[in-house]
């Protein structure tokens, strides 16, 4: 098991900047590929980065990419995500996620199993 605690989260205007951070605790972080999820009310839970074990290689969105930056640091057992150019459409609860299994591949966004407790976002217009 892990466990996933995330901050950062708040208010801000659009065109503004937020950074969230998540701490990993439970397993070998750095053999696990990490991911950012949002939801917002009455919309799906969607995937807005996902980061490699090593963190050389990210996957985006089209919704978010140029915007959103996925970083983590293995030594401190946590992943970032840098969100700018904020838009009111990027209001919702974001969890930090990690999959059941190392690697990194075409499947990695459906093997996402374990979720932090959640942060709001909103962003005014």
């Known amino acids: 098991q892990v466990q996933l605690v995330e901050s950062g989260g708040g208010v801000v205007q659009a065109g503004g900047s937020l950074r969230l951070s998540c701490a990993a605790f439970?397993?070998?972080?750095?053999?696990?590929?990490m991911g950012w999820f949002r939801q917002a009310p009455g919309k799906e839970r969607e995937c807005v980065a996902a980061?490699?074990?090593?963190?050389?290689?990210?996957y985006y969105p089209d919704s978010v990419k140029d915007r959103f930056t996925i970083t983590r640091d293995n030594f401190k057992s946590s992943v970032y995500l840098q969100m700018t150019s904020l838009k009111p459409e990027d209001t919702a609860v974001y969890y930090c996620?990690?999959?059941?299994?190392?690697?990194w591949g075409p499947g990695v966004l459906d093997d996402f199993a374990f979720w932090g407790q959640g942060t709001q976002v909103t962003v005014s217009s």
């Open positions: 996620a990690a999959p059941r299994t190392t690697g």
């Open positions: 980061i490699n074990p090593s963190g050389g290689n990210a």
């Open positions: 439970g397993r070998t972080f750095s053999s696990y590929a």
